[in-house]
C-alpha cells in the first residue's frame, strides 16, 4: 500500500531554514499529487504546497510563496520542502499528504484542501522561536 513517512523537523530561530522529506514507498512521485500541510496549535489544517503529477507544476500558499520551495527527486522517491525565512507564525505539524489521480483529467488539477487526500504520513513538528 502506499506509505508516507516525513522527516526533518525541529526547532530553528526566526529567519532560519529546514528542510522537510517525505518519503514514499508503493507508488513513483510522479504519479501522484503530493501536498504539504501544516496545523498549528487552535488552527485548522491548511496546504501549504503541492507538486502535481507528472508535469511538477508546483502551487504555494501565499503565505510561503518565496520562502518554501517544494521538490521532488524521482530517484529516491521523495519529495522535500525546503524551508527558508522561517516566522513564528509558521510552526505547527507538517504533513505531506497524496493522492492517486483516476483520470486523465484528475491528473491535470491539484486539489489544495486536506479532504482531497487519502494518504498521510505521520507529520512532523517545527517550532519556530527565539
Known amino acids: ?66 520562502r518554501f520551495t517544494i521538490s521532488r527527486d524521482n530517484a529516491k522517491n521523495t519529495v522535500s520542502l525546503q524551508m527558508n525565512s522561517l516566522h513564528n507564525e509558521d510552526t505547527g505539524v507538517y504533513y505531506c499528504a497524496a493522492s492517486k489521480p483516476s483520470t486523465v483529467l484528475q491528473s491535470l488539477v491539484v486539489s489544495t484542501t486536506p479532504d482531497a487526500y487519502d494518504y498521510w504520513g505521520q507529520g512532523t513538528q517545527v517550532t519556530v522561536s527565539s
Open 1 to 66: 500500500q502506499l506509505q508516507l513517512v516525513e522527516s526533518g523537523g525541529g526547532l530553528v530561530q526566526p529567519g532560519g531554514s529546514l528542510t522537510l522529506s517525505c518519503a514514499v514507498s508503493g507508488s513513483t512521485v510522479e504519479s501522484l499529487h503530493i501536498g504539504w500541510f501544516r496545523q498549528a496549535p487552535g488552527k485548522e489544517r491548511e496546504g501549504v504546497s503541492f507538486i502535481i503529477k507528472g508535469a511538477g507544476v508546483t502551487h504555494y500558499a501565499d503565505s510561503v510563496k518565496g
